[in-house]
């Protein structure tokens, strides 16, 4: 019965894997990026570096209900077709102090 249900919660992973779309940033609209990624909630975008020509990509969300556990989304740029840098979310890791507070990025004066 534990072997049936390890086999079932695998499965799901991977189905869940696969279900992400893929998009070639800089074939596309800033609009067209920011579009995809809210209407379907997570997509990978890929794209190749314009200073080393290294191919680069990343997982992009619509909102932190879409990040992992201990994760939450933060402001990413992307590289598109009308633009050099446009504004994404990514899931990043929450980093805290050793009381468990979550840090600021930015904290006030």
């Not at 279900?19 to 067209?32: H, L, P």
Request: net charge positive.
């Amino acid at each position: 019965m534990k072997i049936i249900l390890l086999a079932a919660c695998l499965t799901l992973f991977a189905a869940e894997a696969q279900a992400v779309s893929r998009y070639i940033s800089t074939s596309m609209s800033c609009a067209q990026v920011q579009g995809a990624v809210r209407g379907e909630g997570v997509a990978i975008l890929r794209w190749t570096s314009p200073t080393s020509g290294v191919p680069r990509y990343d997982r992009y969300v619509r909102n932190d209900r879409f990040c992992p556990s201990g994760q939450e989304a933060r402001r990413a740029y992307v590289p598109t077709a009308d633009a050099r840098s446009c504004p994404v979310y990514n899931c990043k890791q929450i980093e805290r102090d050793r009381f468990f507070f979550k840090r600021r990025l930015f904290p006030h004066n």
